[in-house]
């Protein structure tokens, strides 16, 4: 099994649906990201947790949220989807700590289209 | 925070080294060099990072500059595999991580 799991690999949806996004993870990481990449681009990241409690904004927030249930578990949420949030988003982990907590562990991604 | 800029596309022949620059000119005290790779729509994968040491480990080789402002990715017998973006990061360990546009490698036969 993979150590950084995301469900569902590819969902097509339609404008103005709410869409969740699940990340788990058994490496027993304490921090969790959520990145998107446009076709062509680098990746965008989304929101960050560095533990349980904590939740953070990155680059390009508006439009999502997250909701961080366990220490493994990690959710992105697009309330009410658009066009341009077609994407490809990508879950990724690392510990805590100095030099290793930017050694990410990434997930195979979602690929998630919006009509 | 750190920028760091990369050629936006290199070629290398198979079996030959792959040297991959990356500029980090404003790099902090407290920032480290990170390497990742993405091959095509997959996750990206680490690949090493450093501080101020040379580094080295089964995937490659970190040569960092002694003022620290540029360091270059040596992949010693570059594989058709290995054809990917490269990205280089400069990020303090108490930071998020942020991706750039990267260097894209194309592994030629």
Known sequence: DADVTQTPRNRITKTGKRIMLECSQT????????????P?????????????????????SDGYSVSRQAQAKFSLSLESAIP??????????SVGGLAGANVLTF????????? | DAKT?????????????????CNHSTISGNEYVYWYRQIHSQGPQ???????????????????TEDRKSSTLILPHATLRDTAVYYCIVR??????????GTRLTVKP
């Not at chain 2, 303090?92 to 546009?101: C, E, H, P, T, Y």
Request: aromatic share 10%.
């Open chain 2, 46 to 64: 680490y690949i090493i990072h450093g501080l101020k040491n040379n580094e080295t480990n089964e995937m490659a080789s970190l040569i960092i």
């Open chain 2, 5 to 21: 800029t990369q050629p936006p596309s290199m070629d290398c022949a198979e079996g030959r080294a792959a040297n991959l620059p």
């Open chain 1, 107 to 115: 997930g195979a991604g979602s690929r998630l289209t919006v009509l």
């Open chain 1, 27 to 38: 490496k027993g990481h304490d921090r969790m990201y959520w990145y998107r990449q446009d």
């Open chain 1, 40 to 60: 062509g681009l680098g990746l965008r990241l989304i929101y960050y947790s560095f533990d349980v409690k904590d939740i953070n904004k990155g680059e390009i």
């Open chain 2, 92 to 101: 303090a360990s108490r930071r998020d991580m942020r991706f750039g546009a």
């Open chain 1, 84 to 93: 341009n949030q077609t994407a490809l988003y990508f879950c990724a982990t």
